[in-house]
Every structure is written in structure tokens, then in C-alpha cells.
């Protein structure tokens, strides 16, 4: 780990850490209410998008020049951010278009957590679970693209799949926390 990613990661570690307890407790809340209403688990979905969105957007503001993947990282962020904020400004949208936006989003961040694996400066922990975590997004994606409607099947996909991202991601903060103690040894 170059001495930038961990002036980064020393200070951002704990972002990703609540985005995995924002994802544990969504994945909590689908599981244990699978009968929820379209309106409760686009609202619950939502909040699960702008907290993840805005804590990438602020990591990859300020790792801009300081790690390689800070593109895809503020990428990330104003996507989850716009289609949070579109599914907030548009609570009567279809299920079709809850669908696609829902398959869609895992499906790209599935992708972006594969591609940042293999860009340099990752533990080998760090890259392993990066890249069960993508491409357990990319088949909970589509998985999901392929439900015709919300059924008891697609709230158990989704709450399935922030089950399992979620202690991953916490995880990854905790080995980048610990990579971080150990360089600064």
C-alpha cells in the first residue's frame, strides 16, 4: 500500500464500514418483512442508495490524484446517488422500472467491484472479497432482470444479496484498516 492509498484509507476506512451496516440492516428489513410493500422497499432501497452514494461520492472527491480508483469510485457514487434521488422523486414509478433500476445498479457495481480488484495497491484479502462481492452483485443483478414482477423471490434476492455485500464490505474496511496499522508500524 503506497503511502497516498493509506493517508486515504486511514481516514475513510470507518465510510465503508457503515455502508455495510446500511447494507445488513436493508438485507435485515427485506428478509424479515418479505411482504412490504412496493412503496416501503423502494423507500428502504433508496436510503440504502444515497447513503452508499454519498459515501463514495466523498472518497472518491478526496482520493482524486491519490489512488487509481477514484474515478470509478465517484462514478459509482453519482450514479447510486441519481437513481436514489429519482426513485425518491418518483415513489409511483413501475415495478418494471424499479426492476431495471434495481438489476441495473448491481449489475454496474458488481462490475466496478471486480475492475477495482485488479487495480494496484490492493491487499490480496482486499482483492478476493472485492471480487466475490462483484460477482455476487453482477448475479443478484441478474437474477433480478430476470423477475417479472416484485415477488416474495426478488425482496429475498435483494435482502440476500445486502446480507451478504454488506459484512464483505465491512470486511474489506476492516483488512484496509488493518493494512493501513501495519504500514504505519
Not at 34 to 57: K, R, W
Not at 73 to 80: N, R, V
Amino acid at each position: 500500500m503506497n503511502k497516498t492509498n493509506k493517508e486515504l484509507m486511514k481516514h475513510y476506512w470507518w465510510m465503508m464500514v457503515i455502508r455495510g451496516v446500511a447494507a445488513i440492516i436493508f438485507g435485515l428489513a427485506a428478509l424479515l418483512w418479505p411482504g412490504l410493500t412496493l412503496l416501503t422497499l423502494i423507500y428502504l432501497f433508496v436510503l440504502f442508495l444515497i447513503a452508499s452514494g454519498l459515501i463514495d461520492i466523498v472518497v472518491g472527491i478526496f482520493s482524486i490524484g491519490k489512488h487509481t480508483r477514484w474515478f470509478l469510485t465517484l462514478l459509482m457514487g453519482i450514479l447510486e446517488l441519481g437513481f436514489g434521488v429519482y426513485l425518491i422523486r418518483h415513489t409511483g414509478v413501475t415495478i418494471a422500472t424499479f426492476i431495471l433500476l434495481a438489476g441495473f445498479i448491481l449489475i454496474f457495481k458488481g462490475i466496478l467491484e471486480i475492475v477495482g480488484a485488479f487495480i494496484e495497491g490492493v491487499t490480496a484479502t482486499e482483492k478476493s472479497l472485492a471480487i466475490i462481492a462483484g460477482v455476487i452483485g453482477v448475479l443478484a443483478g441478474v437474477v433480478i432482470l430476470l423477475q417479472p414482477s416484485v415477488t416474495i423471490a426478488f425482496v429475498w434476492v435483494l435482502g440476500l444479496f445486502a446480507l451478504i455485500s454488506g459484512p464483505i464490505t465491512i470486511a474489506i474496511a476492516l483488512d484496509v484498516k488493518s493494512a493501513v496499522e501495519k504500514v504505519e508500524k
